[in-house]
């Protein structure tokens, strides 16, 4: 690979996705000082169109139209469920539905999932999964008399197909496990997973929070159950953005949501007596559904369907493969490790790298114009956005990175990340 600036311009050329970057708040800034944005895997940028798209809501639907706009918000959450899954999810109609918060629909579905398989008292996960979904898998089997089992995945490579295995057996009633996992970008094999996870009888329920924009995940095609997913990553639909959840159509009907909401009642408006689930997807809504926040992300997940996820992912892996052969040739002589697979199909679209003083590189990064992720105990996350990143914001960011390490001004931060109280 010509790992020359020069290169990493011509590939920007050659981008048949060059023309979204101005489409984002921020993302065509040019000059030496730019900002080097690299975790949109944690925040992504803002659309120029969204300002508009919540202000219309705000100053029309909502100022003007009061009371009566509920007509044109009621069904909202279905329809985007609907178009998050023809353009992002590959998911036929009906079977997505966007609301509350991706921790809040992993605890509805697994516990749907897991009342669905009565007789089974085990659940599923990583050790190195993400904090919420392990809490929850952990809160939901103390409630209930479970029994969790945590799969040790390899903090840098994935999970070993091997350990899925050994874990499952007839007491299995959900396995939870990160499509990407959020600390190395590891790709898990869909399809091997399935099997092995079908096999035992078990449920299986992904959570695409560091997939969805970055990777293909066609939900139907690879017979999955139940998936939860996060708005403002790749999808960049603002800070807090109403999550999405995904139930098989032929699951639908088995499964009933642990919060009875009226916003899942069959015949809502009737006021009834007595809770009874709706038909379909709409059973596992809750309340009463964010409406600014749903506009914010039709217009984010509408960048991505309109970019299309086959060359989103196809510039997120050679992006993440310049990161790869840069941290060879620049990093890793000066101490630092891969901590990401090495291949690109077996990634997401970060790559994160080991040092002792991440903190502190990290720290001194974000002085330097490079916005990272930091993730215990020793990481450095870089999330390049193929919306939005070029591959030369890529190589300038690793540029400043091998400066960092050869003029060792990172040892002036302090080493301890201050506790926030
Ligand atoms: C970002 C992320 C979440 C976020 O959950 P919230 O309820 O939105 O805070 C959950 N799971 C994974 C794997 C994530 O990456």
Known sequence: MDLSRAAAEALDAADPLAGFRSRFAGADEDGPDRLLYLDGNSLGRMPLATPAAVSRVVEQEWARGLVGSWSQWIGAATRLGDDLGAGVLGAGPGQVLVSDSTTVNLYKLLVAGATARPGRDVLVCTKDDFPTDRYVVAGVAG?????????????????????????????VAVVVLSLVAYRSGALADV?????????SGALLLWDLSHAVGAVPVDL???????????????????????????????????????IQGWFGQRDQFAMGPAYE??????????????????????????????????????????????????????????GVALASPREAV???????????????????????????????????RLGPAPLYTRFVDVWDAMDRFRALLADRSYEAYPAERARVT
């Open 277 to 334: 689930p709706a038909d379909g997807i709409e059973r596992f809504g809750v309340g009463t559904p964010p409406v600014i926040g749903m506009a914010a992300v039709e217009v984010g997940a509408g960048l991505v369907a309109e970019a299309g996820i086959g060359e989103l992912s196809t510039k997120g892996r050679a992006m993440t493969d310049l990161i790869v052969a840069l941290g060879d040739e620049w990093l890793l002589p000066a």
């Open 143 to 171: 409630a209930r008399g479970m029994t969790v089992r945590e799969i040790d995945a390899h903090v840098d490579t994935g999970l070993d197909l091997a350990d899925l295995a050994a874990a499952l057996d007839e007491r």
């Open 346 to 380: 077996r990634r997401g679209s970060h790559v994160t790298f080991a040092h002792p003083q991440a903190w502190q590189l990290t720290q001194a990064l974000v002085d330097r114009q490079v916005v990272p992720d930091f993730r215990t105990p020793d990481r450095v």
């Open 220 to 258: 139907d095609a690879i017979g999955a159950d139940l998936a939860v997913g996060c708005a403002y990553k790749y999808l960049n639909g603002g800070p807090g953005a109403p999550a999405f959840l995904y139930v098989r159509r032929d699951l639908q009907e088995e499964l009933r949501s642990p």
């Open 191 to 199: 399809a091997e997973v399935t099997r092995l996870v079908h096999e």
